[in-house]
């Protein structure tokens, strides 16, 4: 039996709560639970075949080699459920984040974006003959694809894109070219050299007139010899910050030829005849972005559950200084400033899955409404996946900072898996729309919702802002969630009102309306995260408090501390916002750090048993802080054993330049 650390044990015999009650709470019930863990169990049933060198030591091209192997028994694993029933669209979500998830892909995957994008673009933007025609193929991974829309020149501003698509009626094909160096692509995941079919976003030409970007299915290599086709200039974009195995590809078109057939048409087509007919909403042909953006929100939820189980094993394990003269070195997790740095870890683990679910409900509930032709709601779920998908993603690279730097410089070591964790997080900040860029979409919804806010019906999410308006914020600051909730409304409210006036003032005396926009973007940005900060808020207070009834009081207790730690860090972080726009007072303030600092203390004993609850196996994890067992410095040791230059206990530079330059020689 594996022995385990004994200030950890000593941590799960102190937990108050049920840890499988949590768990089970997390997954969406025991079925759910069961179901996540067999599909785990499948996902790391082929980890014996993969390779022993950890992927740090390789060269670039190595891990990518590496990294093509893996995913391919990855992939076949997944194909394999696929054939067993185990998969199917319902739950495609929770497969491509356990895919994501897997021990296997750390540094990501060069086959992920096929799985994230270039299905979801076909489901989403493919007619219905284009998907009975594409996707069997794909599903099954007979083909494999990528999603080309950004380029050497752009990426924010996709109508600027340069690739161009131009239809030729007398061949019914369109011809596909990449006329400047800018606008060659670059970026697409697994394009370098994996995928053999790509969706290429290019500007839609026919009849001589342009049309605007649309997505066109292009074949970029032979399906038997993989070699490029005639036209096709592909090629692998380099090294980066990290998802160093991804397999980020540039491509070029030189006249390329695809059938009409290729355009994917459920909105938008064009007739044999070059005839274009118009969607109902240009913008839905962003639609597989916004699916994206949804599901990156649940992608950080997985990668802060890891830091932060990662960081406060490691902080039960690891003694360091005595907090009294003569007693026991202290575990450094009995260090406020150490539960400062990781409780909200935990907390915003939650309140970002809660607030995840909702969104992928509403991203549902909309989906399904614009397939009955009503784009109704279509501003607000873009405007709520931009917001979320850049709040998320912020707040996960800073949290996943702190984990990295609670842990001291053992967090600094690859094989604590922290440092690629924060690479693959803090990429998510600029992929799938640079966060400033999309908080700036949101402020776009919100001041739009704002000049009309007593002439429109509301969406649900922005309800608030007439409400605050009215009421103002009357009553006197008290130490309670809801009270923070309201500031925070009002904070946001009084935000975007401040914006719309700053602006309106500028137009008034004479500026043109972009140069108002952009003078007043800093204070527009504010606005639309503090709108965000509501959302996280609202939804998670509300989610919490709906299953309440439904829990053990033990756990009830420690979720509502939760979302107190959550909302007081919040209110904290936020008090400049908060003073300028409630009246708190002094005695306020202090009286709110010390609820901070007691519910730091109540959490305290509960801390490895509700990271314990994510139930992230050690296979998962892949860490050498974080095991379940706390051997920490036996695992940094025998990881550290792996280094190839402790193969051989003299290096061959010793000779060549050490001891001539020691002997004075060179
Ligand atoms: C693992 C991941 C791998 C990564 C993959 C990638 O990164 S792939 C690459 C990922 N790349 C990126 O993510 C690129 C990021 N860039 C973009 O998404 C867009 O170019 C843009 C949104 C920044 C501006 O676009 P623009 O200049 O065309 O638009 P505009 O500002 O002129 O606004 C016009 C109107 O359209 C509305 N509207 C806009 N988008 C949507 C939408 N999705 N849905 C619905 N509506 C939308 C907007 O609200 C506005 O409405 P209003 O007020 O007029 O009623
Ligand atoms: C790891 C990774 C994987 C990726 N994978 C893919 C992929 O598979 N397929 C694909 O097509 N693309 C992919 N991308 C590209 C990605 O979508 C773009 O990098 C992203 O959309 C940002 O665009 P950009 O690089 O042009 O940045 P830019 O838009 O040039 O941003 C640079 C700066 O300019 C600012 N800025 C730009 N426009 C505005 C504005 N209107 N107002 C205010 N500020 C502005 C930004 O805020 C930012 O600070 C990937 C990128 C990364 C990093």
Redesign the pocket.
């Known amino acids: 039996m594996v022995k385990i650390n004994e200030d950890l044990q000593r941590e799960r015999d102190k937990c108050s709560f049920n840890i499988t009650e949590l768990t089970t709470l997390i997954d969406g019930g025991p079925d759910k639970t069961e179901a996540r863990k067999e599909r785990e169990n499948i996902l790391i049933s082929r980890n014996d075949d993969l390779s022993a060198i950890p992927e740090e030591y390789l060269s670039h091209k190595e891990k990518y080699e590496n990294a093509v192997k893996n995913s391919v028994i990855l992939f076949g694993l997944v194909r394999k459920m696929q054939e067993d029933g185990k998969t199917s669209v319902s739950n495609y979500r929770d497969v491509v984040s356990a895919l994501l998830g897997s021990s296997t892909t750390r540094d990501g995957s060069p086959l992920g974006?096929h799985y994230i994008?270039f299905m979801p673009a076909i489901l989403n933007q493919g007619s219905e003959e284009q998907q009975a025609q594409w996707l069997p193929r794909a599903w099954v991974s007979n083909i494999i694809g990528?999603?080309?829309?950004?380029e050497l020149g752009?990426?924010?501003?996709i109508r600027g894109l340069e690739t161009t698509a131009t239809y030729d009626p007398y061949t019914q094909e369109f011809v596909l070219n990449t006329p400047t160096l800018t606008s060659y692509k670059w970026?697409?995941?697994g394009l370098g050299h994996t995928v053999n079919y790509c969706i290429v976003v290019a500007q839609l030409y026919t009849k001589g007139q342009c049309h605007g970007i649309h997505s066109f299915i292009v074949q970029v290599r032979d399906e038997e010899t993989h070699e490029p086709l005639p036209g096709i200039k592909v090629g692998d974009i380099g090294a980066?910050l990290g998802?160093n195995a991804v397999n980020?590809g540039f491509l070029g078109l030189d006249n390329v030829r695809i059938p009409r057939t290729q355009m994917l048409m459920k909105h938008a087509q064009v007739l044999e005849n070059g005839t274009y007919v118009k969607s109902k909403n240009s913008k839905l042909n962003y639609g597989a972005m916004v699916f994206v953006r949804v599901v990156i929100v649940f992608d950080m939820v997985n990668y802060l559950s890891k830091a932060a189980t990662i960081a406060v094993r490691y902080s039960a394990v690891r003694r360091q200084c005595h907090m009294k003269e003569g007693e026991p070195e202290t575990q450094i997790l009995d260090y406020m400033t150490q539960r400062h740095k990781l409780f909200i870890a935990i907390a915003a683990t939650h309140a970002l899955r809660i607030t995840a679910y909702q969104l992928w409900d509403t991203f549902n509930a909309v989906t399904e409404e614009l397939g009955g032709g009503n784009l109704d709601r279509l501003p607000e779920l873009h405007a709520l996946a931009c917001c979320l998908k850049a709040v998320s993603t912020a707040d996960t690279a800073s949290y996943v900072e702190r984990c990295r730097l609670a842990c001291g410089g053992h967090g600094y070591m690859h094989s604590s898996n922290l440092p690629l964790t924060y690479g693959l997080v803090t990429?998510a900040c600029?992929?799938?729309?640079?966060n400033?860029?999309l908080l700036?979409q949101t402020a776009r919804f919100l001041v739009k919702t704002w000049q009309n806010v007593d002439t429109i019906k509301l969406t649900p999410t922005v309800v608030y802002l007439k409400t605050t308006r009215e009421a103002g914020f009357s009553g006197k600051w008290e130490n309670s969630v809801e009270c923070i909730i309201k500031g925070f409304q009002i904070v946001a409210m009084k935000k975007i009102s401040l914006s719309v006036s700053h602006m309106q003032k500028r137009i008034s005396s004479g500026m043109s309306i972009e140069d108002a926009w952009n003078i007043t973007?800093v204070q527009l940005v504010g606005a639309a995260e503090a709108h965000c900060r509501v959302i996280i808020l609202q939804t998670f207070y509300d989610g919490i408090n709906k299953v309440s009834n439904t829990l053990s009081p033990a756990l009830r207790e420690v979720l509502q501390q939760l979302v107190e730690l959550y909302s007081v860090y919040w209110a904290i972080q936020k008090i400049g916002d908060l003073l300028q726009c409630v009246s708190i007072s002094e005695s306020d303030l202090e009286s709110l750090h010390s609820w901070y600092e007691n519910i730091l203390v109540q959490l305290r004993p509960n801390a490895v048993g509700l990271v314990d609850a994510f139930d992230i196996r050690d296979d998962m994890l892949q860490s050498t802080l974080g095991a379940y067992d706390g051997r920490v410095y036996e695992r940094l040791m025998e990881e550290a054993l792996k280094s190839p230059l402790n193969a051989e206990p003299v290096n061959h530079t010793f000779h060549k330049y050490l001891k001539p330059f020691m002997q004075g020689k060179l």
């Open positions: 974006l994008m990528s999603y080309a829309q950004t752009h990426g924010t501003f970026w697409p995941g980066k998802l980020n990429a600029t992929y799938e729309g640079e400033t860029v700036l973007s």
